[in-house]
Every structure is written in structure tokens, then in C-alpha cells.
């Protein structure tokens, strides 16, 4: 198992920062003393595993207006205030180190595969500058991207593409397996061996 995969340490709230690779959304409310997850789901069926995974981090997703919605909640201000610049608008923190935690929810709130046996990672069309910091943090991973436009490999909006053999051993082994609860088609597979 590999030192950043999704089981090599306790689940906890800066796995959240998954979602907000995607086109989720943190918001403080008021004087900035709670904040909430706002996450939209631009795939179906995927309600209870994300939900179950937020869970496990304490926190609980509900239905909202266009996805999932978490409560106004205090200990969600310090994740808020890492990727809200003072403008509020919505950024990737500098340091941000992306770990197969965080990786496993971006995968399954925005993520799916392509007709060429890649993977799709969803971006946020409304915040297109945090797309280039993510490929970076991707590719510190060990996932070195493509960036691909909406329609480009059947992406429903702007995401990170990710293939080849290496790329997708990577994946798998950084995401775990699926959910139970979710198909496994909307997974990432590894069909093969990486070339040497």
C-alpha cells in the first residue's frame, strides 16, 4: 500500500478538499465564524457513497438545490479559509498536496471514465483558474494530466484526463477499491501491466 493512498492513514476533514478539486464549493456564512460544503453532482447515483465517505469524516451531506449541502458547521472555517482567497473567491492553496484521500472523493463526486479506458476528474468551469495549480498537484502525485475541454473524451465540462498504463495502475492504487454502493464502471480499472 502506498504512503498516500486512501487507507494509509484515519479519514479526516482535509480529505474534503477532494470535493473542492471538483466543482464543489466552501462558503463562510456571516462574520466567517461556520462555513458549508456546497456540492453539486453532475453524475447520478452517487448520493449515498459520497455521502457515507463525508461521513466518515464527521460530516453529513444532505440534499440541496443542485447536489449535496453540509450544514454551517465551525470546524469547516479552517478548510474554508485555505481555499478562499480574501476576495472569497475560491482557490488552491499553494501547499496543497493531493493524497489518495482527497483523490478518492474528487473521484467520486466528479469523476469518470472515458471511452479510451482513461479517467475524467471534473473541474470547476466557474474557477478555471485553480485548474492549472491542480495539475500541478496531480502531477506531484504522480498522475501528470491533460487537460481536456468540455466534449473532448465524452467530459460533460473542463477536467483532468488521466491514461496509459502507468497513470491508471497509479490511480487505482492511490483510490482504493469502489464503494460498494457504487458501480463498478464508474470506477477506475487498470486493464494491464506498465510498461518498464
Not at 68 to 83: E, H, K
Not at 91 to 106: C, E, I, K, N
Not at 169 to 184: I, N, S, W, Y
Amino acid at each position: 500500500m502506498s504512503l498516500f493512498s486512501a487507507e494509509a492513514r484515519p479519514a479526516g476533514l482535509t480529505d474534503l478538499a477532494g470535493l473542492l478539486c471538483g466543482p464543489a464549493r466552501i462558503e463562510r456564512f456571516g462574520a466567517g465564524d461556520t462555513a458549508r460544503f456546497d456540492v453539486p453532482l453532475p453524475f447520478t447515483d452517487r448520493e449515498r457513497s459520497l455521502g457515507a465517505l463525508a461521513a466518515a469524516r464527521g460530516v453529513t451531506l444532505a440534499p440541496g438545490a443542485s447536489g449535496l449541502r453540509s450544514a454551517f458547521r465551525r470546524d469547516l472555517v479552517p478548510l474554508a479559509r485555505t481555499w478562499c482567497g480574501p476576495d472569497g473567491r475560491k482557490r488552491v492553496p499553494p501547499d496543497f498536496q493531493l493524497d489518495g484521500a482527497a483523490l478518492r472523493l474528487w473521484v467520486l463526486a466528479a469523476g469518470v471514465g472515458d471511452l479510451r479506458g482513461g479517467h475524467l476528474l471534473l473541474l470547476d468551469p466557474q474557477a478555471p483558474w485553480t485548474h492549472g495549480p491542480l495539475i500541478a498537484a496531480a502531477t506531484r502525485a504522480g498522475l501528470p494530466p491533460a487537460r481536456v475541454a468540455a466534449g473532448e473524451h465524452g467530459a460533460p465540462g473542463p477536467a483532468l484526463r488521466l491514461h496509459g498504463a502507468r497513470r491508471m495502475a497509479r490511480l487505482v492504487e492511490l483510490v482504493g477499491p469502489a464503494p460498494t454502493t457504487l458501480g463498478a464502471s464508474c470506477w477506475p480499472r487498470y486493464h494491464g501491466r506498465p510498461a518498464a
